[in-house]
């Protein structure tokens, strides 16, 4: 079984401060993780991954994560946050294991409300 | 880019009613997933299809059924459908090609209203 946990709500954070939206999961194998981001009314949008290598992944509109495999944590980070950054984050796994199971299981979303 | 197209994209039934969801995955993409995001809620994986053949099921009701067709086109049909049912349904796309590490790309949803 695959699960993903997302403790926070929500996160505020000034414009211009660093912000961590954080996650950890649990999988029977190794992870592939995944981060998207949805603004109101739109779909998911794909903003970066994990599935081996180095541990710092970087990806879309300045965003990074960093792969923590003892605390089985997957926290997103950005250095310096925007307004435009406000938008609800999702957190996912797949299991690389797991052939038969290609679907992602997401966590509960963490709301990012970033204050000019 | 040509992105996951989703239709109708807003809809509503009446209850016990049926719906249609159509989705057309992103052009040579084998495998389409449905999801469920309910109010302030995240999404929930339904049910998938690898080269029109069902490849995974999540909470998908008995009510409802779906089926990936010969051009890759998905379709969830719901009947008898509950107020419950109210929500936003993701289709995804993705291609199998590189054992899962792919990520699935997202359709705008449709938003259905069950009244």
């Known amino acids: 079984a695959q699960s993903v946990a997302q403790p926070e709500d929500q996160v505020n954070v000034a414009e211009g401060n660093p912000l961590t939206v954080k996650c950890t999961y649990s999988?029977?194998?190794?992870?592939?993780l995944f981060w998207y981001v949805q603004y109101p009314n739109r779909g998911l949008q794909f903003l970066l991954k994990?599935?081996?290598?180095?541990?710092l992944v970087k990806g879309s509109y300045g965003f990074e994560a960093e792969f923590n495999k003892s605390q089985t944590s997957f926290h997103l980070k950005k250095p310096s946050a925007l307004v435009s950054d406000s938008a609800l984050y999702f957190c996912a796994v797949r299991d690389s294991t797991d052939t038969g199971r290609r679907a992602l299981t997401f966590g509960s979303g963490t709301r990012l409300q970033v204050q000019p | 880019a040509a992105g996951v197209i989703q239709s109708p994209r807003h809809l509503i039934k009446e209850k016990r009613e049926t719906a249609t969801l159509k989705c057309y995955p992103i052009?040579?993409?084998?495998?389409v997933y449905w999801y469920q995001q309910g109010p302030g809620q995240d999404p929930q994986f339904l049910i998938s299809f690898y080269e029109k053949m069902q490849s995974d099921k999540g909470s998908i009701p008995d009510r409802f059924s779906a089926q990936q067709f010969s051009d890759y086109h998905s379709e969830l049909n719901m009947s008898s459908l509950e107020l419950g049912d109210s929500a936003l349904y993701f289709c995804?796309?993705?291609?199998?090609?590189?054992?899962?590490?792919?990520?699935?790309?997202f359709g705008q949803g449709t938003r259905l209203t069950v009244v």
């Open positions: 995804a796309s993705s291609s199998s090609g590189t054992g899962g590490r792919t990520e699935a790309f």
């Open positions: 999988v029977s194998g190794n992870p592939y």
């Open positions: 994990y599935i081996t290598g180095d541990n």
């Open positions: 052009p040579r993409h084998d495998t």
